[in-house]
C-alpha cells in the first residue's frame, strides 16, 4: 500500500510565502510523476504543477514565475514552494504520484489527503 502525506499548510499573509511537503510510503517499485492540486470551495480541483522524475517541471499560466516545484527521489519526496501568494491561492493542496506498485505493471494514481493553505491578512 502506498501513502502520501502533505505537510506545510496553514494561513499565510498576502505576498507571503508557504513550502509544502508530500512524502510517499509503502511498498513500490517506482515513481514516476508527481504533482500538486489544489481545490478553493465551491471549485472542481486544478492542476498547480508536475514534474518527471528527472525533473522537468510544468506549470499553468495562472501560477507560473510564483510556485516552484521539486522532488527529492532519494527520499520519494516532493515539494511546493509557493511565492508572493495572493487570496485567491486559498485552497486545499494535494499532491498526487503516479506509483508503478510493481516491475513491469502499469502506474497507478495515488494521492494525498490535503493539507489547507489559507491566504487572508
Known amino acids: 500500500q502506498v501513502q502520501l502525506v502533505e505537510s506545510g499548510g496553514g494561513l499565510v499573509q498576502p505576498g507571503g510565502s508557504l513550502r509544502l511537503s508530500c512524502a510517499a510510503s509503502?511498498?513500490?517499485?517506482?515513481?514516476?510523476?508527481m504533482g500538486w492540486y489544489r481545490q478553493a470551495p465551491g471549485k472542481q480541483r486544478e492542476l498547480v504543477a508536475t514534474?518527471?522524475?528527472?525533473?522537468?517541471?510544468y506549470y499553468p499560466d495562472s501560477v507560473k514565475g510564483r510556485l516552484a516545484i521539486s522532488r527529492d527521489n532519494a527520499k520519494n519526496t516532493v515539494f511546493l514552494q509557493m511565492n508572493s501568494l495572493k487570496p485567491e491561492d486559498t485552497a486545499v493542496y494535494s499532491c498526487?504520484?503516479?506509483?508503478?506498485?510493481?516491475?513491469?505493471?502499469?502506474?497507478?494514481?495515488?494521492w494525498g489527503q490535503g493539507t489547507q493553505v489559507t491566504v487572508s491578512s
Open positions: 509503502g511498498s513500490f517499485f517506482s515513481i514516476n510523476a
Open positions: 498526487n504520484a503516479r506509483v508503478v506498485v510493481n516491475r513491469g505493471w502499469n502506474e497507478v494514481n495515488y
Open positions: 514534474i518527471t522524475t528527472n525533473g522537468r517541471a
